[in-house]
């Protein structure tokens, strides 16, 4: 085998070794199944008895903000993670086996990428419980979803060189936190942007959340005439933003997260 089919036979195990440690892990677990059920059904049954969007069902309109943010806090778990390996010593066990050094970080990505459309389908199923439809054609759809997937793949390097950088659990989850939460709320996922005040509004129009949900809501056809949109140009041409956000993250973070793993590794 050449160098590159072993980077990808390499990269394939570790992800099937994070599948099978979420698989039996209740807290990795509940964040797949459980807290993607407890998104909709509160932001349906609490927020959605109290919010009005124009010309449209709330429970419709929030299904894609819920789908962005879920993607959005799931990539912590990326960083997670990888502070823990780093911690108890497990990537420099990796570092004893004739092993590619990108396959720790693919292998992550990957195994979060696989559990991040897991939770998607999770989503989708509940949201259509309690009333979500699409109303495109289901090649639009696909593609409602691909740019979420994307998104919370390129989203997942970000965490990766976060928790490479920091390497320790406890104060990666508090910056992650502090990140992902305005990331998630101050954007169009639950609200109509376009009445926040002015500084506020700023951030939403060019939050790369707002882009990806806005793509969505498109893409699924969850939008109406009769709501306001920003004239701000990420919002003006939301699809073609998303898939340039995920790029651009891509092509940051990951040489970013292979140079930090390396120097953690060399150690």
Do not use: C
Request: hydrophobic share 55%; charged share 10%.
């Amino acid at each position: 085998m050449n160098a590159l089919q072993l980077a990808v036979a390499d990269g394939l195990t570790i992800t099937r070794r994070n599948v099978i440690k979420i698989r039996r892990t209740p807290d990795m677990l509940g964040a797949v199944v459980l807290l993607p059920i407890v998104f909709v059904l509160m932001f349906a049954y609490v927020f959605g008895s109290v919010i009005d969007i124009p010309g449209m069902s709330y429970r419709e309109f929030m299904i894609p903000g819920v789908f962005a943010q879920t993607v959005v806090l799931s990539g912590q778990l990326t960083g997670y993670t990888l502070t823990l390996d780093l911690q108890k010593g497990i990537i420099d066990r990796f570092r004893t086996l004739p092993m590619s050094s990108s396959a720790v970080l693919v292998g992550q990505t990957t195994g979060d990428l696989l559990m991040n459309l897991s939770s998607v389908v999770v989503m989708a199923l509940v949201g259509l419980l309690v009333g979500w439809r699409v109303h495109t054609s289901p090649l639009e759809v696909v593609g409602g979803f691909l740019v979420l997937v994307l998104f919370a793949y390129a989203f997942s390097w970000v965490t990766a060189t976060v928790a490479l950088a920091l390497r320790t659990p406890e104060i990666f989850n508090n910056i992650a936190t502090l990140v992902s939460f305005p990331l998630s709320f101050i954007a169009n996922t639950f609200i109509d942007s376009t009445r926040l005040p002015g500084p506020l509004k700023a951030f939403a129009d060019w939050n790369p959340v707002s882009a990806v949900t806005l793509a969505a809501r498109q893409l699924f056809g969850n939008t109406n005439p009769a709501m306001p949109v920003s004239g701000a140009w990420p919002m003006q041409h939301p699809i073609a933003t998303s898939l340039l956000w995920s790029v651009l993250i891509l092509i940051i973070f990951v040489p970013l997260a292979t140079r930090l793993f390396q120097k953690a590794v060399s150690r």
